[in-house]
């Protein structure tokens, strides 16, 4: 069964400071993988997508790695700011036309 | 640019009543797509449009049916609304499928069912 697992659920950091948010996965066959933020009561935002030869992507202060072999993503937030405040979404998905399996999320909170 | 465009924002539905969520996206995507979102839990597929003209269904389709009225619109219709439909509904598009393409969402229906 293909299943994103993220660590951790949930995270308070100050404004300011660095993280890094994680995503396993079991997906089969692997096409691509995305990062997605959602601010609460809002659509999810596309933050970055990788695909299989691709092992890191940067989109301003968010920079997302891929390990294949491992089948680890990681997203790093740098110089983290209030508006930062958010879940942030892995998505896998597999070689296909439908089938997308997103992540549970980890809620970013960014604290003054 | 309004992207993809949901309506109602919010609805409150008794057990048995039907609706329609109304779904419009102004970027030419070929392909949408209906997500529910549950507390705890990923976004789930409920149907999909490849193309206009067709319509498939995806991890969740019980309960629900589409319609893609055109290129712009795929709606979503409860027939006889439940409480385990009480969730977050999304309507998403891409410009041909998803292999590499980047998913666009609408700002989501807030749907309870008492």
């Known amino acids: 069964k293909n299943q994103v697992e993220q660590s951790p659920q949930s995270l308070i950091i100050l404004e300011g400071k660095n993280c890094t948010l994680q995503?396993?996965?079991?997906?089969?066959?692997?096409?691509?993988l995305r990062w997605y933020k959602q601010d609460t009561g809002r659509g999810p935002v596309s933050l970055t997508i990788m695909t299989f030869s691709e092992n890191t992507k940067s989109n301003g202060r968010y920079t997302a790695t891929l390990d294949a072999d491992t089948k680890q993503s990681s997203l790093h937030i740098t110089a983290s700011q209030l508006s930062d405040s958010a879940s942030y979404i892995c998505?896998?998905?597999?070689?296909?036309?439908?089938?997308?399996?997103f992540g549970k999320g980890t809620m970013l909170l960014v604290s003054p | 640019n309004a992207g993809v465009t949901q309506t109602p924002k919010f609805q409150v539905l008794k057990t048995g009543q039907s609706m329609t969520l109304q779904c419009a996206q102004d970027?030419?995507?070929?392909?949408m797509y209906w997500y529910r979102q549950d507390p705890g839990m990923g976004l789930r597929l409920i149907y999909y449009s490849a193309s206009e003209g067709t319509t498939d269904k995806g991890e969740v389709p019980n309960g629900y049916n589409v319609s893609r009225l055109n290129k712009r619109e795929f709606s979503l219709r409860l027939e006889s609304a439940a409480p385990s439909q009480t969730s977050v509904y999304f309507c998403?598009?891409?410009?041909?499928?998803?292999?590499?393409?980047?998913?666009?969402f609408g700002e989501g229906s807030w749907l309870t069912v008492v």
């Open positions: 998505v896998v998905s597999a070689s296909g036309y439908s089938t997308l399996t």
């Open positions: 998403a598009s891409s410009p041909a499928g998803l292999a590499g393409n980047t998913i666009y």
């Open positions: 995503c396993n996965y079991t997906v089969s066959p692997f096409s691509n």
């Open positions: 970027m030419n995507h070929n392909s």
